[in-house]
């Protein structure tokens, strides 16, 4: 168990619909990221967070959001979904807002849109 | 942008060395890292390297790191069939909030 809690482990949706993805990070981290990988793209950067606030967006789709609670945990909310966002979405957290403590990841949620 | 390349694919015989290589272009690295993704799980952190450093060992994994050409290599010792997932190489730049991932490499021991 790395710590990070990501929840559901499986997801299966049909096109069109709007689904959420949930996150807690290791405890005492304040930065979580967000992460897609799918069979021919690789590990795909989403959006980080630190303490609540957007910091970094990677290669984010504007169907897709992401926001951060006070408590820390995070969620990623992917609407109008389309068969090309079936992927592996990863959550990982650090502790501090960019380098050197590496990131912890949680095992994934596995979407499958049908 | 950063650009992190690796092969896609490496096939060892149990026993054997294997080397897992890595080239980055970015000249501000500071940190490099090395990821295992076992099938159907997330990526474990499994050793880094400063920039400042030419050589990090971990019991049977050997870091390299040559800055000048901007290669990173994992070498794993005497390689068991559960050491088969995805190695993924990152960097990370001072300042910078995220790491940078390569594509991953796909290891196969075979027994």
């Known amino acids: 168990d790395s710590g990070v809690t990501q929840t559901p482990k499986h997801l299966i949706t049909a096109t069109g619909q709007r689904v959420t993805l949930r996150c807690s990070p290791r405890s005492g981290d304040l930065s979580v990221y967000w992460y897609q990988q799918s069979l021919d793209q690789g590990l795909q950067f989403l959006i980080q967070y630190y303490n609540g606030e957007e910091r970094a967006k990677g290669n984010i789709l504007e169907r897709f959001s992401a926001q951060q609670f006070p408590d820390l945990h995070s969620e990623l909310n992917l609407s109008s979904l389309e068969l090309g966002d079936s992927a592996l979405y990863f959550c990982?957290?650090?502790?501090?807002?960019?380098?050197?403590?590496?990131?912890?990841f949680g095992s994934g949620t596995r979407l499958t849109v049908v | 942008g950063e650009d992190v390349e690796q092969s896609l694919f490496l096939s060892v015989r149990e026993g054997d060395s294997s080397v897992i290589n890595c080239t980055y272009t970015?000249?501000?690295?500071?940190?490099l890292y090395w990821y295992k993704q076992e099938p159907g799980a997330g990526l474990q952190l499994l050793t880094y390297i400063f920039s400042n450093m030419d050589m990090k060992q971990d019991q049977r994994l050997t870091v390299l790191l040559n800055k000048k050409d901007k290669h990173l290599s994992l070498r794993i010792a005497d390689t068991q069939t559960g050491d088969s997932a995805i190695y993924f190489c990152?960097?990370?730049?001072?300042?910078?909030?995220?790491?940078?991932f390569g594509t991953g490499t796909r290891l196969t021991v075979i027994p």
């Open positions: 990982a957290s650090s502790v501090e807002a960019g380098y050197g403590s590496g990131y912890t």
């Open positions: 970015d000249s501000s690295s500071t940190y």
């Open positions: 990152a960097e990370s730049s001072t300042g910078a909030n995220n790491l940078f």
